[in-house]
């Protein structure tokens, strides 16, 4: 057996988890954050894609109409990385990344009804695990006050950022069967930073006045988080089951939140309520992402 794509997976998995301890690290506003991670990411792929003459010669001939939903998936990057990042600003790593990686749970029922993509028994059980849990994780922080870095607000916002994420999935998958990566990515990206720009002049976050600390951090982002683990994970799509996948990407929670414990700068303890829905969630993702013929 070829581990090759394995070792892969477990690099991308590993690589994502550290994107919410640099947010959370990263003393700059979080537009900024969002917009500088994206900017970084196009500046990383141009090279590649301008030095790839077929993907060149895909850009020149995109339909229009493909163009134009290109467009459209990267605004709701955008609001994806505003809505969570945000989050990051407000709750504890574990609950904002739990609560983003939930995606599949929104996924799936829109997939059911307008890509025709059957939901199992299994899967319907698994979200409404998954809602459960999200009840139990927001509304049981909800009362702790000062007890627990989290608020309503920054788990609202980590849920948005969640269903941004779902529709932009739902976007690429259908797109992703046309376009190659390079393409799609050069312009998904390109159009996430540009839009993330204008909603950092609309709403007055810094630009310029960046630390160098803060820029080191933003690089670190896009090569991690933005290439090595996205980039891996696509590749390992290619050489592993969908379900093998998709039970791997739950990684990502579990190690984003035991390096905020771990980090001494970080240092965030989960509270009883967090712990609890968070494993409610994860279980109720995994069911709702098994592909399962029988139920």
């Not at 988890?17 to 994206?38: E, M, N």
């Not at 797109?175 to 990515?185: D, E, T």
Request: charged share 10%; with cysteine.
């Amino acid at each position: 057996m070829d581990k090759k794509p394995y070792i892969a997976l477990f690099v991308s998995v590993a690589s994502v988890s550290t994107a919410a301890v640099l947010i959370v690290t990263a003393k700059a506003p979080a537009l900024s954050i969002a917009f500088y991670r994206l900017l970084f990411t196009v500046l990383l792929l141009l090279p590649l894609v301008l030095l790839h003459k077929k993907t060149r010669e895909e850009l020149t001939t995109l339909p229009r109409t493909t163009f134009l939903i290109m467009i459209g998936i990267g605004i709701i990057l955008a609001a994806h990385f505003a809505f969570w990042i945000t989050s990051l600003k407000f709750t504890s790593v574990a609950s904002s990344v739990i609560l983003v990686t939930a995606h599949p749970v929104m996924v799936a029922p829109t997939a059911h009804f307008f890509l025709k993509e059957k939901l199992s028994i299994v899967n319907i059980f698994g979200i409404s695990i998954s809602v459960s849990g999200v009840i139990i994780l927001v509304l049981g922080n909800y009362g702790l006050g000062s007890l627990t870095i989290d608020t309503l607000e920054g788990n609202i916002l980590a849920i948005l950022g969640g269903i941004c994420a779902g529709f932009y999935i739902l976007g690429g998958r259908k797109l992703r069967k046309n376009v190659s990566v390079g393409s799609y990515a050069i312009v998904v990206y390109s159009i996430a930073a540009i839009t993330l720009f204008i909603l950092c002049l609309v709403f007055n976050s810094t630009i310029t006045n960046i630390s160098l600390r803060d820029y080191q951090i933003f690089i670190i982002m896009a090569i991690t988080a933005g290439i090595l683990g996205h980039t891996l994970y696509n590749w390992s799509l290619r050489h592993i089951r969908a379900s093998v996948a998709s039970v791997a990407l739950l990684g990502e929670p579990l190690g984003s939140t035991m390096l905020a414990f771990a980090l001494p700068w970080i240092s965030q303890i989960p509270s009883r309520f967090t712990i609890i829905g968070g494993a409610i969630i994860l279980l109720g993702i995994y069911l709702t992402a098994r592909k399962n013929n029988n139920f």
